[in-house]
């Protein structure tokens, strides 16, 4: 599918951000227009500097974009089939919470790879394949409708970080306990509770997977995920600054090492980055937030 691709990197009062436009689809074509007339509206906006981004903006992500995704969910799957089968009996006890966050890791991966196809970067090239992996990855996250969980996060993308935006608080649950439970009663259902339950019973009484195997590797690890993806990809990166926000994404990026931004949420914390390249994958953030670092540097 073509693209067309602008990058623009706004440096006054050391505040970077870049105006993307991709237009790859309907929806696409909506975040462009709206992008740019907010950036031709926003106060203090009067140094721009292209960058060339030509190493990002290549085919590379029409290849490696589903082997990461269909690595996660493999991985995954393979690791939760071992983990339910293990006699715990025989299972060295140091070993179950190192067990546990790595299921966390890849529970939390499986968002991720969801969220990406959100944006079209998992499968850029088939848009068929692209909804297939995301609607996948959501429902052995959780039972979610990637349709819904779409609509969301593109209203999340038009109005961050305001009454509109389905992802930030209501004024009142500012606190992270408050806002997390907000959060999951926005986007949690009777009915995903009630196929989790069945879905639990079945393991239990049909397969016979013992219920401590099915609680440490397979629900804790799940919530634990949630809450890791709250706090990193959204509580810190969109909690209102004490200055208040600096850019028209309303966003921040939480300028951890690559490792350990890896480790904390797949890079999902480079955020200001994300809202600003959309269309990049999760292992695509890291060099365009060294590239508008060194940018903003030269500035």
């Known amino acids: 599918m073509p693209r067309l691709e602008v990058s623009i990197v706004n440096c006054s009062d050391n505040n970077c951000f870049v105006l993307s436009i991709a237009l790859a689809s309907a929806s696409g074509l909506n975040l462009f227009n709206r992008e740019i007339n907010m950036i031709l509206t926003t106060p203090n906006s009067a140094t721009f500097q292209v960058i060339e981004n030509k190493e990002l903006l290549n085919h590379k992500n029409t290849v490696y974009g589903p082997l990461f995704a269909f690595g996660i969910i493999s991985l995954w799957a393979v690791s939760l089939s071992i983990f339910l089968a293990t006699n715990l009996a025989k299972f060295p006890v140091y070993f179950i919470l190192p067990a546990m966050l790595w299921q966390m890791f890849l529970y939390t991966g499986l968002f991720i790879t969801a969220h990406d196809a959100m944006h079209g970067a998992v499968c850029p090239q088939s848009v068929r394949i692209n909804r297939f992996i995301g609607s996948l990855a959501v429902i052995i996250y959780g039972l979610f409708s990637y349709k819904e969980l779409l609509q969301k996060h593109w209203l999340h993308h038009h109005h961050p970080a305001s009454d509109r935006d389905p992802d930030f608080h209501d004024g009142k649950h500012t606190n992270f306990i ?15 509770f009630i196929g989790l339950t069945v879905i639990y019973q079945s393991a239990h009484l049909i397969f016979h997977i013992p219920q401590l195997n099915l609680i440490l590797f ?14 990193f990809g ?3 990166t969109h909690k209102e600054p004490v200055e208040g926000f600096k850019n028209h994404h309303r966003a921040q ?7 350990w931004s890896l480790i904390t949420c797949y890079h999902f914390g480079y955020h200001e980055e994300h809202h600003a390249y959309p269309q990049l994958a999760w292992w695509q953030l890291p060099a365009i937030h060294k590239k508008l670092n060194s940018t903003c540097e030269r500035v």
């Open 218 to 231: 397979w629900i804790v690890p799940s919530i634990l995920s949630s809450i890791q993806l709250f706090y």
């Open 234 to 236: 959204t509580f810190l």
């Open 253 to 259: 990026t939480n300028p951890l090492p690559v490792l």
């Open 178 to 192: 408050g806002w997390y439970l907000y959060f999951m009663r926005r986007y949690g259902s009777w009915k995903q």
